[in-house]
C-alpha cells in the first residue's frame, strides 16, 4: 500500500536552532515529491518538488533533499516565521499511468525567539 | 497570496440544508481539485478535474456535488450533510494533472 509517513509530528525550536523534518515514502515507483507549508487558517504553500534521487532543491533557509526512501527538508537558522506546518506529498508511477499526490500527516514547526 | 480564490471562508450549515462552495483560478490552469482536511488525518482528494473533464471521483458520498463549468472555475455542491462532515474544504489548481498544485485558502465548513 502506497503511504507516506512524517516526523515527527512536532518539533519545537530555538530561533537558530537547525534540524530537519523527515518524510519516508513507500509508492510503487514515484513522479515526484512535493513539499508544502501550511500556516494555520490557510491552505498550503508549494515549496518544492523533486523527481530524482540524489535531487536538492533549496529557497533561503530550506533545502530539501531526496533519497529513494525519503526526502529531508533541512531548516537552517530558523526564525519564527519559519513556525508552520510543513507537509510532505507523493506521486505514485502506475506503470506509467501516474497516481494522485499521497499526503503525509504533516510535521508542525514551531520556531521560538 | 495565491492565485486561487475560494468562498465563502466559513460556512456553517445544518444537515439539512444545501450550500455551495466556489473556487475560482487565476492562474490558467488547466486541472482543478477538491480535498478533505480534517484534524490529524492528511489531505484527502475527493475529485479532480482536467479541461472541465471529471477524471476522479474518490469514493466520495453522493451528498457532495461537484460542478466544473469551465477550467477557471469549480463547486462543490453540498446537502444533507453529516456532522463528520466539517472540516477545511480546499480548491487547488495545476498547470497539468503531473504539475504542483496550488491551493487556495479553503472553506472552513462545520455542520450543526
Known amino acids: 500500500e502506497d503511504q507516506v509517513t512524517q516526523s515527527p509530528e512536532a518539533l519545537r525550536l530555538q530561533e537558530g536552532e537547525s534540524s530537519s523534518l523527515n518524510c519516508s515514502y513507500t509508492?510503487?515507483?514515484?513522479?515526484?515529491l512535493f513539499w508544502y507549508r501550511q500556516d494555520p487558517g490557510k491552505g498550503p504553500e508549494f515549496l518544492f518538488t523533486l523527481y530524482s534521487a540524489g535531487e536538492e532543491k533549496e529557497k533561503e533557509r530550506l533545502k530539501a533533499t531526496l533519497t529513494k526512501k525519503e526526502s529531508f527538508l533541512h531548516i537552517t537558522a530558523p526564525k519564527p516565521e519559519d513556525s508552520a506546518t510543513y507537509l510532505c506529498a507523493v506521486r505514485p508511477n502506475y506503470g506509467g499511468s501516474q497516481g494522485n499526490l499521497i499526503f503525509g500527516k504533516g510535521t508542525k514547526l514551531s520556531v521560538k525567539p | 497570496e495565491t492565485g486561487v480564490t475560494q468562498t465563502p471562508r466559513h460556512l456553517v450549515m445544518g444537515m439539512t440544508n444545501k450550500k455551495s462552495l466556489k473556487c475560482e483560478q487565476h492562474l490558467g490552469h488547466n486541472a482543478m481539485y477538491w480535498y478533505k482536511q480534517s484534524a490529524k488525518k492528511p489531505l484527502e482528494l475527493m475529485f479532480v478535474y482536467n479541461f472541465k473533464e471529471q477524471t476522479e471521483n474518490n469514493s466520495v458520498p453522493s451528498r457532495f456535488s461537484p460542478e466544473c463549468p469551465n477550467s477557471s472555475h469549480l463547486f462543490l455542491h453540498l446537502h444533507t450533510l453529516q456532522p463528520e462532515d466539517s472540516a477545511l474544504y480546499l480548491c487547488a489548481s495545476s498547470q497539468g494533472l503531473a504539475d504542483e498544485q496550488y491551493f487556495g485558502p479553503g472553506t472552513r465548513l462545520t455542520v450543526t
Open positions: 509508492v510503487s515507483g514515484l513522479r515526484g
